[in-house]
């Protein structure tokens, strides 16, 4: 076992649902493995109050998450990352920075539940809350120490592939 801690950093567009969501969910179940992060293209400038309402009626942590930009991780104070998820299809393909240290990354599609409006909105969030939550799941479960930089991209690249994956997700170009 390894003291090691892993950098993870979770892009969307505009950091205000899902990205946040994967920032919460792999902090809470992979404490102290584990340190994650997120951060958006185009920021919203605010978390969506449903993604607060929604983690913090499951019992996660809410406090002190914001909506940020990907170039607060790109300058000489920013952690240095060892996984790089996108979340949203638009984010992954932007022309992402260049990570220092050449992170693993891949592409974790799934909707937007911000983007529905009215009574299905709640259940929206709990649902990209569970499909993240699968996908985090089963990364923290990875043993990590034993396999190699190809294998680990392969299964992340099949984590992103599960139930609950965008349609662009499930059919990259």
């Known amino acids: 076992m390894t003291d090691r ?3 993870v950093l979770f892009l969307c567009t505009g950091n205000s649902a899902r990205s946040i969501i994967g920032e919460v969910l ?3 179940h992979g404490a102290g493995r ?4 997120s951060a958006g293209s185009n920021p919203k400038g605010e978390v969506h109050p449903m993604a607060i309402e929604t983690l913090g009626s499951l019992g996660y942590d809410t406090a002190g998450l914001r909506s940020k930009s990907w170039g607060e991780f790109t300058g000489p104070d920013a952690p240095q990352f060892d996984f790089i998820f996108t979340v949203c299809d638009n984010a ?3 022309a992402c920075p260049v990570w220092l240290g050449h992170p693993m990354t891949a592409h974790w599609g799934i909707e937007d539940p911000a983007a ?4 299905g909105q709640g259940q929206a969030f709990i649902n990209a ?6 996908r985090i799941e089963l990364f923290l479960s990875l043993k990590l120490s034993v396999l190699d930089g190809m294998a680990t991209e392969r299964k992340l ?13 499930e059919n990259p170009q």
């Open 5 to 7: 801690i892993f950098n």
């Open 26 to 28: 792999t902090n809470h």
């Open 34 to 37: 584990f340190r994650a992060y």
């Open 92 to 94: 992954a393909g932007e």
């Open 116 to 119: 529905v409006e009215g009574d």
């Open 129 to 134: 809350i569970s499909y993240l939550h699968r």
């Open 157 to 169: 690249k099949d984590i992103g592939q599960i139930e609950g994956a965008s349609l662009k997700a």
